[in-house]
């Protein structure tokens, strides 16, 4: 597993890159892995804690924390994410970007992804993948994936306060509503 940015091995990988033409589309897939056993029977009813990374030009890509203020985002052989248990590839699409142009794309998005800003619900893996297929193809990643993060962001006066989102915005100024406008609000927002 190798921490990005990574500045060495850019140079190699365009020169075979342009004596191919690096013009070709490649696939991109979403590989999830099981962060507990439990996800055997949650992920029949929609549910489960998946950890995620995406593979494109023979490499994943994935987010994970660190207690550094430095890049979490790290490349691994496709479906071997050290210390998850595989689970399945979902083909999210393609791109054309060679692959010195996706590592430029991933050592850009990197620095927004450091590893002591990791957070289980409100930035983990999911969220890093997620925006990595939505620039890419303009799609989210499916829904179930990172389902249980946002069930815990709904929930998050019932979590351990170590991973509550802290968070909260203010809107100065505007009134308080009473309960019954609660689900008229919710509906909006969402």
Request: net charge positive; charged share 15%.
């Amino acid at each position: 597993m190798r921490l990005f940015p990574l500045s060495s091995s850019s140079s190699t990988s365009s020169e075979k890159e342009q004596s191919n033409g690096g013009s070709s589309r490649v696939m991109l897939y979403l590989n999830i892995y099981d962060l507990t056993p439990i996800n055997n029977y949650l992920y029949w009813f929609g549910l489960g804690i998946f950890h995620s990374g995406i593979e494109v030009h023979g490499m994943e890509y994935g987010f994970g924390a660190h207690e550094y203020p430095t890049s979490g985002v790290f490349e691994v052989e496709p479906r071997s994410c050290p210390g998850f248990i595989f689970r399945r590839s979902v083909l999210l699409g393609s791109t054309n970007m060679s692959r010195s142009e996706f590592r430029s794309f991933i050592e850009h998005l990197s620095a927004k992804y450091h590893g002591d800003n990791y957070h289980l619900i409100a930035k983990n893996c999911n969220h890093f993948t997620d925006e990595v297929c939505k620039r890419l193809t303009g799609k989210p990643i499916p829904g179930w994936v990172n389902r249980m993060a946002r069930l815990g962001s709904f929930c998050n006066c019932l979590l351990p306060e170590s991973i509550q989102i802290t968070a909260v915005r203010h809107l100065p100024d505007h009134p308080t509503f009473s309960g019954k406008f609660v689900p008229l609000i919710m509906f909006l927002l969402f």
